[in-house]
T-cell receptor, first 112, second 113 residues
């Protein structure tokens, strides 16, 4: 049973436009959420995170929004750049020292 | 500036063979993890460790073993390799638990034929 769902396997956007990557979760005990980015033949790298006490966290071109009532979070990339083309994983944990649960990932392609 | 180093990068095993995937980190992190990623799937936790001498099972531990004799090293042992263990394996470390960001190695592509 998938507790973290990334239902769209891929997304293609034009350079300079906004990319919106969605993630849904089913476990109401999750209280911390992270996004990781992965290029081919490399390990994932941390991108941005958000605690359940917030509904928004921003870091440069990247913003994560959390809607706890809908159990939904989204990653916004504005403006999108070709170098953002990668697989993006959503992950969640139910406590500070608990294990992460990852989604299947979304492949983002940014067209020049 | 090594971070998390995994070896080998690629390996082909025959069914029934054994091997050890090596992982070492130079950031003095207490927590270390082994994940596997199957095509089109997310990362599944195999084993993890919260410090030297302490290991615990993750979601998919069957067919694997680990040890943590030092803070730096966290090898993953495959005994009696099976085709279902064909995957990409990632080692990761973090200074504390899941809510600290994980630092990943570059992965080991393993094929069992």
């Amino acid at each position: 049973d998938q507790q973290v769902k990334q239902n769209s396997p891929s997304l293609s956007v034009q350079e300079g436009r906004i990319s919106i990557l969605n993630c849904d979760y089913t476990n109401s005990m999750f209280d911390y959420f992270l996004w990781y980015k992965k290029y081919p033949a490399e390990g994932p790298t941390f991108l941005i995170s958000i605690s359940s006490i917030k509904d928004k966290n921003e870091d440069g071109r990247f913003t994560v929004f959390l809607n706890k009532s809908a159990k939904h979070l989204s990653l916004h990339i504005v403006p999108s750049q070709p170098g953002d083309s990668a697989v993006y994983f959503c992950a969640a944990s139910p406590g500070a020292n608990s294990k992460l649960t990852f989604g299947k990932g979304i492949t983002l392609s940014v067209r020049p | 500036n090594a971070g998390v180093t995994q070896t080998p990068k690629f390996r082909i095993l025959k069914i029934g063979q054994s091997m050890t995937l090596q992982c070492t980190q130079d950031m003095n992190h207490n927590y270390m993890y082994w994940y596997r990623q199957d095509p089109g799937m997310g990362l599944k936790l195999i084993y993890y460790s919260v410090g030297a001498g302490i290991t615990d099972k993750g979601e998919v531990p069957n067919g694997y073993n680990v040890s943590r004799s030092t803070t730096e090293d966290f090898p993953l042992r495959l005994e009696l390799a099976a085709p279902s263990q064909t995957s990409v394996y990632f080692c990761a470390s973090s200074p504390q638990g899941a809510q600290a960001k994980l630092f990943f190695g570059s992965g080991t592509q393993l094929s069992v034929l």
